[in-house]
C-alpha cells in the first residue's frame, strides 16, 4: 500500500527565518507527487506538481524538489501569512491520491 | 465560479439519521474523489471515480458509506445510520482528464457533526 509520511508534524519559524519541510513516500509507481497548502477549517490548496527525480518548482516563498524517496519543500524568508498546514500526496498509476498527516507552520512576526 | 463546489458546508445531525452530500467537480474533468479529514490528520481516501465508474473504494470504509456519480457529472456520499464517529470534514477533489496535469482540486468540504 502506498504510504507517505511528513516530518516534522510541527515547525515554529520566526519570520524571515527560512527551514524545509520533509515528505518520503512508498508507491507502486509514481505518477506524481503533489503539494498543497491548508488553511483552518478550509480545502487544501494546491501549491505544485512533481512528477519526475530532479524537477524543481517555485512559487513565491516556497520551492518544492523531489528525489526517488522524497520530496523537501523549502520556505524561503517566510512570513506570518505563510502560516498553515502543508500536505503532501502522491499519485499512483492509477490515479489514486495519498496523503500524509501534514505539517503545521507557524510564522512568529 | 468553475471551482469545486460541495453542498452542505456544515451538517448537523442526531445518531443514527442519514445524510447525504454533494458535491460538483470542476467542468470537463473526469476523475472525482472523495477524502474524510479528522482534526489533525491528512486527508484519508474514501473513493474515487473515472468518469461515472467507482474504481476503488477504501477497505476502511464500512458498508454505510456510498457513493455514486450518476452521469459522470456531481457525486454524492451517503452516509446511513450515522455514528459519533463519522463526524470529519468530507473533501470532494476533482482532476483533468489525461496523463499530464492530473492535480486534483479540492472544494471547501462538508464539515459533518453526528450529536
Known amino acids: 500500500e502506498d504510504q507517505v509520511t511528513q516530518s516534522p508534524e510541527a515547525l515554529r519559524l520566526q519570520e524571515g527565518e527560512s527551514s524545509s519541510l520533509n515528505c518520503s513516500y512508498t508507491?507502486?509507481?509514481?505518477?506524481?507527487l503533489f503539494w498543497y497548502r491548508q488553511d483552518p477549517g478550509k480545502g487544501p490548496e494546491f501549491l505544485f506538481t512533481l512528477y519526475s527525480a530532479g524537477e524543481e518548482k517555485e512559487k513565491e516563498r516556497l520551492k518544492a524538489t523531489l528525489t526517488k524517496k522524497e520530496s523537501f519543500l523549502h520556505i524561503t524568508a517566510p512570513k506570518p501569512e505563510d502560516s498553515a498546514t502543508y500536505l503532501c500526496?502522491?499519485?499512483?498509476?492509477?490515479?489514486?491520491?495519498?496523503f500524509g498527516a501534514g505539517t503545521t507552520v507557524t510564522v512568529r512576526a | 465560479d468553475t471551482g469545486v463546489s460541495q453542498d452542505p458546508r456544515h451538517k448537523i445531525t442526531k445518531r443514527g439519521q442519514n445524510v447525504t452530500f454533494r458535491c460538483d467537480p470542476i467542468s470537463e474533468h473526469n476523475r472525482l474523489y472523495w477524502y474524510r479529514q479528522t482534526l489533525g490528520q491528512g486527508p484519508e481516501f474514501l473513493t474515487y471515480?473515472?468518469?461515472?465508474?467507482?474504481?476503488?473504494k477504501s477497505r476502511l470504509l464500512s458498508d454505510r458509506f456510498s457513493a455514486e456519480r450518476p452521469k459522470g457529472s456531481f457525486s454524492t456520499l451517503e452516509i446511513q445510520r450515522t455514528e459519533q464517529g463519522d463526524s470529519a470534514m468530507y473533501l470532494c477533489?476533482?482532476?483533468?482528464?489525461?496523463?499530464?496535469?492530473?492535480?486534483?482540486?479540492f472544494g471547501q468540504g462538508t464539515r459533518l457533526t453526528v450529536v
Open positions: 471515480f473515472q468518469n461515472e465508474a467507482q474504481l476503488e
Open positions: 508507491v507502486s509507481g509514481l505518477r506524481g
Open positions: 500526496a502522491v499519485q499512483a498509476w492509477d490515479y489514486k491520491l495519498s
Open positions: 477533489a476533482s482532476s483533468s482528464p489525461g496523463d499530464m496535469n492530473t492535480e486534483a482540486f
